[in-house]
Each structure stands twice: as C-alpha cells, then as structure tokens.
C-alpha cells in the first residue's frame, strides 16, 4: 500500500472519529439544557394563584420560599416584622367626650406593650382597616394550608374586662357588650376553638388608684405589667371614668366635615346667639314647669342686655325622631314634652336639625343608625356651643350634671385667656323661680 493511501486512510478515520465526536458532544449539551430546564419549572411550584382580598393580595409561596413561614411573613407584610400583636379596645363605657380620653389613654397602653392600636368606628359604619385585612389574609392562607395548625395556629386572643373597684368581683362581666366582635365573624370568632384560642380576665381598678396623676404612676406600672402577654390580639372591655397614665395625650382633632358643618351652623345664627346645654335626663320631671320659667327670664335678660336675638339649643330631647338623644335617656314623660313646647313658644329656637346640620350625612340612609344616637351631632353641638357669644346649662334638679358642659366650659375659659373678644361668658346656670 502506498504512502498516499495510507495517508488519505488515516484522514477519512479522522473525519468520521471527529463527526462522531461532535454529534455526541451535541446531544449530551441539548440533554444537559433539558434538564435544567426541568429543574427550574421544577423550582417555581405555586401552592395557589393569587387571592385578591379587597385592596389586598395573598403573596403566592414559591418552593424558594418553603423554608419561610407563612404567618411571619403575612405579619411581616402587616406590621413590620414576624410577630403581630393588637390592642382592640372595642367597648368605651361613656360619652364622647370621655371616651375621647380614654382612647387615648388606651392609646398610651398600646405604646407601652408596642401593639398595635385598632381604630374604632361608629354606628353601622363598615369596619374596614388593615386588621381586617390581616385578618382576610390570615384566613385565606389557613384555607391554603388545609387548616393546618402547625402552619397556622388559631387566633391567640386575651379578652379582658377593666372595671372600677366597687365590690362586684361577684358580678359576670359582658365580654361582647352589643356583639361589638360579632362583626369580625367568621374570621374572628371567640367562640370557635378552631378559629380562636381565648383566654379571659377581669381586672378592677381601685378609684384612688386613677384619680391623680401621682397615684397612676403606680397603677400605670401595674396596668402595663397585666398587659405584658404573648396573645396576638387583646380585646378590652373598657369601664373606668379616670385615665389610665400620669400625662394625659393631646385631644384628637375632630374631622373637618364636622368642624365645616359647625362653622356654617354659626354663620346662619347670623352675628350673635345664645348657647344653651339642656340635658334633661336624670332632671326632676315635676320641676320642670319651674326649670322653663327659669331659663325663658334668664334668656329675656340676656337678650335685653346684650342685643343677641338667636338662640341655639343642645338638647338630649329628641329632635329628628322619637327617641332621645341619648341612649340611656329612656323615660320621656309629658314634664318632658311641656317644658319643650313651651320654650318653642315663646322663642324661636334653632338646633342641629332646624339648621340643616349633618344634612349631607342624613340624606344617606346607612348613617341612619349613627345619626339616632348622639355621637357625631353630640360633638356638632359641643362645637356650636363653644362658639356662642353667651352659654348657659341647668341648675341642679333642671339639668343633669354632665363633663359636656364642662368641656365646653373649659374650651370657652382657655378661649377667654387668650383674648376672644367674642365670647361675653364661660358658663352660666339659669335659676328657679322662687
């Protein structure tokens, strides 16, 4: 064999080595792609699609997040890091105006044991804020997992009832005054023990313990120390009539709608008017003939003598239906009617709703349960009052004695302090006649 074909031999062997070669190293580079390609579909496993949750979103968990936990994460999401601890103070035993302190007293609370403070609503106002968000969430996530408590455990709740020491440790304490937390079912239910793990208390307070700023040092401390729990959410049932802490935090502002509304309720009184706070519960209904008399001369004084011909009156009687103002001024008797009749008579007399006050709100039939109670019209007639140029409440056995009127009263002499040249009085009380 010659050199020449040994040499062209040795190169078709080469030729056919080196497509043999590169054929191979293709097919295992395209296996190799393929596989990774299986692992990275593998990689992204969605336990569920995204839940859209009104304004919210579930987050979907991937296999990259399998080592998180769930609930850490929702919580995280909510409130910044993997725990989520809430004060929802959800029943204030009083009236606006103390119940105005004592959010904020409770407000003081929730700093101190760093939860976080749920913002209560009014009337039948729907209860729409990031807990119940959290909430939602909470649910769906547990929906996800099959309900497994190792994923996500029941809701941890401490319900406590705060009262002031009066020997009634005997009594049962009203854990769901008016099913305020019914409106939280099925997501909250404190008497589901797969929704909910409840623990409950009850705490009395001493009256000497809250009535200073010295002796709620101590109290405080104690308050604070109770309160100290592990438990997700602390519901309270609150009933004391004192703050809680030494300091007291500045009064949250009323919304402008209603402080608009009390500005053009004084416009239409014109110049000047006369304020009058008639709270006639807890009067002496017999007196009243006398209590009438009284109020109309003083009025005709004050009229004669300062030149203001209007007259507005904050009244518990009822206004806009048959029901009081008040909801635990039950018992209206013809006293009632005749002392009003007669004031009506003999002035004209002008009120929230001869004004058109709140009118925007009582063209909307969902405020119709807020506005037969004397929440936000209480607080447009402690604003009105404030304004007037002369104020003048009951004597006792007249008019019950209410921290209204002292607000007002307070409001008007800081007012005075401070130059208001508009305002001829702080407060007056009109007299029976002998």
């Known amino acids: 064999m010659s050199l020449s074909q040994i040499t062209r031999k040795f190169l078709l062997i080469c030729f056919f080595f080196l497509l043999w070669y590169?054929?191979?190293?293709?097919y295992f580079e395209q296996k190799g792609l393929s596989s990774d390609k299986n692992e990275e579909t593998l990689t992204e496993v969605h336990l569920a699609s995204p839940l859209t949750l009104s304004n919210t979103t579930v987050t979907t968990i991937t296999d990259d997040d399998n080592n998180k936990n769930p609930l850490k994460e929702l919580n995280k999401k909510y409130c910044g890091k993997p725990t989520c601890k809430f004060l929802f103070v959800y029943s204030l035993g009083e009236q606006e105006t103390k119940a105005n302190l004592h959010f904020r007293s409770f407000s003081q609370l929730a700093e101190k044991l760093n939860r976080i403070m749920?913002?209560?609503n009014v009337g039948s106002s729907r209860i729409e804020n990031d807990f119940i968000f959290w909430l939602k969430e909470r649910d769906q996530i547990n929906k996800i997992n099959n309900n497994d408590n190792k994923i996500i455990p029941p809701l941890s709740i401490l319900h406590s009832s705060i009262k002031l020491h009066k020997n009634t440790f005997h009594e049962e304490t009203n854990f769901d005054k008016h099913k305020c937390?019914?409106?939280f079912e099925p997501?909250?239910?404190t008497k589901d023990p797969n929704n909910s793990r409840v623990k409950y208390t009850k705490l009395?307070?001493?009256t000497t313990d809250l009535k200073t700023g010295k002796s709620r040092v101590k109290s405080s401390e104690l308050l604070t120390k109770f309160f100290t729990v592990d438990e997700e959410i602390l519901l309270v049932n609150g009933n004391v009539i004192y703050p809680l802490f030494p300091q007291t935090m500045p009064v949250i502002p009323y919304n402008d709608y209603i402080l608009n509304e009390a500005q053009k309720i004084k416009d239409k009184l014109?110049?000047?008017y006369i304020g009058i706070h008639w709270r006639l519960e807890s009067s002496t209904p017999k007196l009243l003939p006398e209590c009438v008399q009284g109020l109309i001369k003083t009025l005709n004084k004050i009229m004669e003598e300062g030149g203001i011909k209007n007259i507005y009156l904050a009244t518990d009687y009822p206004l806009s239906s048959s029901r009081s103002q008040s909801s635990t001024f039950k018992e209206i008797t013809n006293y009632h009617h005749d002392a009003i009749?007669?004031?009506?008579?003999t002035f004209k007399i002008n009120t929230w709703v001869s004004l058109g006050g709140l009118e925007q709100l009582r063209k909307n039939k969902k405020y119709n349960k807020e506005l037969s109670g004397s929440g936000i019209q209480g607080i447009l007639d402690k604003l009105v009052c404030v304004n007037s140029n002369y104020f003048i409440s009951g004597p006792k056995g007249c008019s019950r004695a209410s921290?209204?009127?002292?607000?007002i009263a307070d409001k008007r002499n800081n007012r005075i302090k401070n130059k208001d040249s508009g305002l001829l009085n702080i407060i007056d009380r009109w007299e029976i006649p002998l």
Do not use: D, P, V
Not at 341 to 345: I, P
């Open 22 to 26: 590169i054929i191979n190293s293709f």
């Open 204 to 206: 009395f307070i001493r």
């Open 341 to 345: 009749r007669t004031l009506n008579e």
């Open 270 to 272: 014109s110049s000047s």
């Open 118 to 120: 749920i913002l209560t």
């Open 187 to 189: 997501l909250m239910n």
């Open 181 to 183: 937390i019914s409106k």
């Open 403 to 407: 921290s209204f009127t002292k607000a």
